[in-house]
Antibody, heavy 118, light 112 residues
Framework: QVRLVESGGGLVKPGGSLRLSCAAS????????MNWVRQAPGRGLEWVSY????????YYPDSVKGRFTISRDNAKKTLYLQMNSLRVEDTAVYYC???????????WGQGTVVTVSS | QSALTQPASVSESPGQSITISCTGT?????????VSWYQHHPGKAPKLIIY???NRPFGVSNRFSGSKSGNTASLTISGLQPEDEADYYC????????????FGSGTKVTVL
């Protein structure tokens, strides 16, 4: 069955960096677009980044553009999110999610917690 | 970025029906039939329950149904059950050049 497992979260000081990973299994990872979505404490879901199956097309919202970098290693079936210049407001649970045939997110991981605090 | 607008909470008794609205703009909900809905039990992975406005993934109960009119989408849950108590989020593809997906603000459903 489809499985997405995030890792790499933790406590980091403002201005610091973290690299999140999402290990995929149960499907042909290289055929699917992937996304990162986050949920800050007490807040709703916020889309964070998108990457095409080959990695050639990438999008970010303004809130993370220039600070976050999404990438993927199709041979390792792993999605990444490099987060630099972290801010307190980046504190959230970060989910990786697979994109379906049309724009919707059909499978999600359980999430990894990122806390940015001094 | 502006989130899609949902009511903060909805409460109803078991067996009853509820409808959750999701209001966007002509750049998102009004532009595409790419509205999806997610059920989220805290601490668990969000679950897709509706995609393409009206479609249910395999295995999702037919008590869940979706619709759209203009810039507003709706999720109806009929025959409410205790396990339906969760947060529900709508989402849409968007024409904005800085966003791919926009999510709703979320609705907490309480089964009384």
């Amino acid at each position: 069955q489809v499985r997405l497992v995030e890792s790499g979260g933790g406590l980091v000081k403002p201005g610091g960096s973290l690299r999140l990973s999402c290990a995929a299994s149960g499907f042909s990872f290289s055929d699917y677009y992937m996304n990162w979505v986050r949920q800050a404490p007490g807040r709703g879901l916020e889309w964070v980044s998108y990457i095409s199956s080959s990695g050639s097309t990438i999008y970010y919202p303004d809130s993370v553009k220039g600070r976050f970098t999404i990438s993927r290693d199709n041979a390792k079936k792993t999605l990444y999110l490099q987060m630099n210049s972290l801010r307190v407001e980046d504190t959230a649970v970060y989910y990786c999610a697979r994109e379906g045939v049309t724009p919707f997110l059909d499978y999600w991981g359980q999430g990894t917690v990122v806390t940015v605090s001094s | 970025q502006s989130a899609l607008t949902q009511p903060a909470s909805v409460s109803e008794s078991p067996g009853q029906s509820i409808t959750i609205s999701c209001t966007g703009t002509s750049a998102d909900i009004g532009a595409y039939n790419y509205v999806s809905w997610y059920q989220h039990h805290p601490g668990k992975a969000p679950k897709l329950i509706i995609y393409g406005v009206t479609n249910r993934p395999f295995g999702v109960s037919n008590r869940f149904s979706g619709s759209k009119s203009g810039n507003t989408a709706s999720l109806t849950i009929s025959g409410l059950q205790p396990e339906d108590e969760a947060d529900y989020y709508c989402s849409s593809w968007t024409t904005s050049d800085t966003l791919v997906y926009v999510f709703g603000s979320g609705t907490k459903v309480t089964v009384l």
